[in-house]
Structures are given as C-alpha cells and as structure tokens.
C-alpha cells in the first residue's frame, strides 16, 4: 500500500538551471495534484493532472513552469531556467476517479533550492 | 477567489491544556478538509467534513463545519506534546475532483 511518491526529496540548482520533479500517485489513483508552499505559509495550487490530460493549470505561472502525465510513468513538474524566488516545497498529492468528497493524499514533498 | 483565513496563526500552550483553531471563508465550500504537517514532511489528512453543522471526533479532537459551510474549527482536549504541527484547513467548492484551497496554517506547539 505505497502511499504518494516523489523524487527526488531535496533538489539544488544554479539560477539558469532545470529542475524536474516527479510524482507516483497512490495506486489505482489517475488525478494528480502540483502545489507549492513557501516558508512558513499554507499550500498554494499550481495544476490538475489526468493521465495525458491538463485539466486546470490556473495557478501556474505562465512561463518556466510545465507539468505532464504521461500515459505510462510518473507525473513530471519541469521549471526551466529557475530563478531564486523558485526556492520552495513542491507537493504532489493524488485522487481517486470519481472521489465525491474531493480528498487528496500527499506526497513527502521534493524540497528545491536555487543557488 | 477563495480565500480561507486561519486563526491564531502561531499558538503555544502547556501540555494538557484545551485548543481551538479557525478556519473562515466569505465563500460556500462542499467540503472541508483538515490536515497536518509536521516539519520535512507533506501534509496529512485527519478528516473531511461535507455537511452544514455537522461534527466529527478523532480521539482528543473535535472538527465542526459550520451551518452555512462556510467556516470550520478544530478543538483539541487535553492536548499533547505529539499534536505538535502545523494544521492546515482546506476547501473544495465543487464536489468530486477539483483543486483544493488551503488557510493560511495554524503552527501549534505544546509544551510538555
């Protein structure tokens, strides 16, 4: 019964550089949450994820941050050419189809650090 | 938008002491989720909340959504050293699958 992966745990990168962060959902799960959360501050929503389908990316910013769901493997969260101000724990948190209650179950976090 | 106010936003009591922490919105949720997060960790779900004035019990803790769903509070009795956490209120609008809104986290400390 593996709960919500993600890897890696913590990331550091150079400005200019990318980072990739993935995300296994629970089993039998096919929505994937992306959100962000700053120091000391509440989750905040970035994207909604079915297999192969962005389903809601309001709260992504609109350029440097892409997210996938492939049809086989994990989902990815890629931010090309991060900057400082991208230092934060990035969380993927999974659901089930057709959950009536909306709950979603969290992954561990990847912890990214800009240099 | 929706927006989720928490409140206190930090709080420190003694160890088997009592505790109530707010979650408030102007906005109508369908559900309401509480979680906890402890440090290097993701958050984790203690319980969800789907009706107006409805009550749910874990153990020592006691969440209440209210009437109009449009706020929720948490209540521990007797709190313990492991209640230590960061809580975290979080709102859906829509039934089913759909991005969540979190509050803005309480940070509880309980001092042994």
């Known amino acids: 019964n593996a709960g919500v992966m993600q890897n890696p745990r913590h990331l550091v990168r150079r400005r200019g550089q990318e980072a990739r962060l993935r995300c296994s959902p629970m089993?039998?799960?096919?929505?994937v949450y992306w959100y962000r959360q700053l120091p000391e501050e509440g989750l905040k929503f970035m994207v909604y994820l079915q297999k192969e389908n962005i389903i809601d990316e309001s709260g992504m910013p609109k350029e440097r941050f892409s997210a996938e769901f492939p049809k086989e493997g994990p989902s990815i969260l890629r931010i090309q050419q991060v900057v400082r101000g991208d230092s934060a724990a990035y969380f993927c948190?999974?659901?089930?189809?057709?959950?009536?209650?909306?709950?979603?179950?969290f992954g561990p976090g990847t912890r990214l650090t800009v240099l | 938008t929706q927006l989720l106010e928490q409140s206190p936003q930090f709080l420190s009591i003694q160890e088997g002491e009592n505790l109530t922490v707010y979650c408030n919105s102007s906005?109508?949720?369908?559900?309401l989720q509480w979680y906890r997060q402890e440090p290097g960790e993701g958050p984790v779900l203690l319980v969800t909340v789907v009706t107006g004035g409805e009550v749910k019990k874990l153990k020592r803790l006691t969440f209440q959504f209210g009437d109009a769903r449009k706020d929720s509070s948490l209540h521990i009795t007797a709190a313990q050293p492991g209640d230590t956490g960061l809580y975290l209120c979080a709102g859906g609008v829509y039934f089913g699958n759909e991005k969540l809104t979190f509050g803005t986290g309480t940070r509880l400390t309980i001092i042994p």
């Open positions: 948190a999974s659901s089930p189809e057709g959950t009536t209650y909306n709950e979603q179950f």
């Open positions: 906005s109508v949720f369908s559900s």
């Open positions: 089993k039998g799960h096919s929505h």
